[in-house]
């Protein structure tokens, strides 16, 4: 798992910086003709909503690279409670759950986000303030506590595959109450920064369930809401 959302990385990387040499190279939309009113650099990302596949090949990228590690701690226990030759297909029930239910979520996001149709850079800061305002609180750190519980997994056979991807259901609500703010910031762009800076803040949180009383978390969510306005603001 590891692996795989260390090359998920690496794909965002190369994608943002192709996007960016592209943005680099060509001339500013508000200086073509039959386009005088269009912000600069305006549409030259994969998270563009225009093109659905790409949208939703990036959006998968970012459920490698940003959840995958968050859910390492599961996989290790559904692989202990299986037989060694049910190990791959019950981590790969769970994961594949898992996967799917952070995709439907994001394109209900997206759905929402094209009908509401707000600037981008303001519903990415504006969710970032709910994270923001969400962290100081007792219940959320007893959801952190309780968000990859496992339940009981069979050791092998069809139950084995059942019970993993039952378990998948289960937890996914959990931890999407959690993780849900910052990844609906990322639906209406998916700027580099923005993920980096969420993915921090989601990581350290499951690291250090403390969330009352832990600043870390909003330190790096305000850091990333400044760096994605100033972002903006040279970009426009």
Same mark, same amino acid.
């Given at each position: 798992?590891?692996?795989?959302?260390?090359?998920?990385?690496?794909?965002?990387?190369?994608?943002?910086?192709?996007?960016?040499?592209?943005?680099?190279?060509?001339?500013?939309?508000?200086?073509?003709?039959?386009?005088?009113?269009?912000?600069?650099?305006?549409?030259?990302?994969?998270?563009?909503?225009?093109?659905?596949? &790409? !949208?939703?090949?990036?959006?998968? $990228?970012?459920?490698?690279? /940003? %959840?995958?590690?968050?859910? #390492?701690?599961?996989? =290790?226990?559904?692989?202990?409670?299986?037989?060694?030759?049910?190990?791959?297909?019950s981590v790969a029930a769970f994961i594949t759950v898992t996967s799917a239910l952070w995709i439907?979520?994001?394109?209900?996001?997206?759905?929402?986000?094209?009908?509401?149709?707000?600037?981008?850079?303001?519903?990415?800061?504006?969710?970032?303030?709910?994270?923001?305002?969400?962290?100081?609180?007792?219940?959320?750190?007893?959801?952190?506590?309780?968000?990859?519980?496992?339940?009981?997994?069979?050791?092998?056979?069809?139950?084995?595959?059942?019970?993993?991807?039952?378990?998948?259901?289960? &937890? !996914?609500?959990?931890?999407?109450? $959690?993780?849900?703010?910052? /990844? %609906?910031?990322?639906?209406? #762009?998916?700027?580099? =920064?923005?993920?980096?800076?969420?993915?921090?803040?989601?990581?350290?949180?499951?690291?250090?369930?403390?969330?009352?009383?832990?600043?870390?978390?909003?330190?790096?969510?305000?850091?990333?809401?400044?760096?994605?306005?100033?972002?903006?603001?040279?970009?426009?």
């Open positions: 798992m590891s692996a795989m959302a260390a090359v998920a990385w690496i794909a965002l990387i190369v994608l943002h910086v192709n996007d960016f040499a592209v943005v680099t190279h060509s001339p500013p939309m508000a200086d073509m003709p039959d386009m005088p009113d269009m912000p600069a650099h305006a549409g030259h990302h994969h998270g563009s909503h225009e093109n659905p596949t &790409a !949208w939703t090949g990036h959006w998968a $990228l970012m459920v490698v690279a /940003m %959840m995958w590690p968050l859910y #390492a701690s599961a996989v =290790a226990a559904i692989a202990a409670a299986t037989f060694r030759r049910w190990q791959v297909v439907g979520f994001g394109w209900v996001i997206r759905g929402v986000f094209l009908l509401v149709h707000p600037p981008a850079v303001w519903w990415a800061v504006a969710w970032l303030a709910v994270a923001i305002a969400s962290t100081h609180s007792l219940w959320r750190t007893r959801a952190l506590q309780r968000c990859l519980r496992i339940s009981l997994i069979a050791p092998s056979g069809y139950r084995a595959i059942t019970t993993s991807a039952r378990t998948a259901t289960r &937890a !996914w609500p959990r931890c999407a109450l $959690l993780c849900a703010p910052v /990844m %609906m910031a990322m639906v209406g #762009a998916h700027q580099l =920064a923005l993920m980096v800076g969420g993915s921090v803040a989601v990581w350290w949180e499951q690291r250090h369930p403390r969330a009352f009383r832990d600043r870390v978390p909003v330190a790096i969510l305000l850091a990333t809401a400044v760096v994605v306005l100033v972002q903006f603001y040279f970009a426009s």
